[in-house]
């Protein structure tokens, strides 16, 4: 009884944490940093289990000790991370995480590349679907999944709106690379826009598969 007791409890505290950091995965994409917090608490249990008589276990005061200690950080861990998930749903939290993201975090890098291949992408597609610029602009900057970025947008579609050419009204936000806004002048002046984004699309494509292969390979020791 006491075995099937503490197999069940392990189960249920095992299943329990994988599927809340899955679920943060899913919603955040987030997921090099939560695969080591993940295997951290599987590791625990199972250093705990094995060499300890189950009969002995429930007595064992060091164990008893240690296990609630190490249950107590895992505890604050898990309300950190459901306290952020609920401030992201605050708009204004959001913008400035949003911004901290894209101009100081680690995974800058990373994001700037992801969001610069989805515009490309987007953009090409909606231009090529004979959607006007002001409304192919619109839509991507709600699609970018980024509300810094997204309000950003809203200067370059006013800009346009004035008259500025594409190239230079992205330019004044920013936030893409100096050579995506080289290629999409080149387009606009050369009347083939949807064919140049068509090809820049491919290239940051493989830039964001080269840059989240580079930075695994460098979280991977610390795992």
């Known amino acids: 009884m006491v075995y099937l007791s503490l197999s069940f409890f392990t189960l249920s505290a095992l ?5 809340f950091i899955f679920s943060f995965i899913i919603s955040h994409k987030e997921y090099m940093y939560l695969t080591g917090l993940n295997t951290y608490v ?10 300890i008589s189950i009969g002995n276990l429930f007595f064992n005061s060091d164990f008893i000790s240690d296990f609630l200690r190490k249950l ?9 991370i459901m306290t952020f998930l609920l401030l992201l749903r605050n708009k204004k939290f959001k913008k400035v995480y949003d911004q901290f993201n894209i101009n100081h975090s ?5 994001i700037l590349a992801s969001i610069t291949s ?11 679907s004979s959607i006007s610029i002001i409304d192919a602009l619109t839509i991507m900057s709600k699609l970018l999944g980024n509300s810094y970025v ?19 009204s992205l330019e004044t936000i920013d936030i893409f690379p100096n050579i995506l806004i080289e290629m999409i002048s080149v387009g606009e002046q050369s009347g083939q826009l949807e ?26 020791p610390l795992m």
């Open 118 to 128: 989805r515009f490309t992408n987007g953009f090409a597609t909606l231009l090529n």
């Open 15 to 19: 299943t329990f944490s994988q599927i």
């Open 195 to 220: 064919e140049v984004l068509n090809r820049v699309c491919t290239y940051y494509d493989d830039q964001v598969d080269y840059t989240i292969k580079k930075m695994t390979a460098l979280i991977e």
């Open 72 to 80: 107590y950080i895992l505890s604050i861990i898990l309300l950190s």
């Open 42 to 51: 599987s590791l625990t249990f199972n250093e705990y289990l094995q060499g």
């Open 106 to 110: 680690i995974q800058s890098k990373v």
């Open 150 to 168: 997204e309000e950003k947008m809203q200067v370059t579609i006013s800009e346009i709106k004035r008259g500025q050419p594409i190239a230079k």
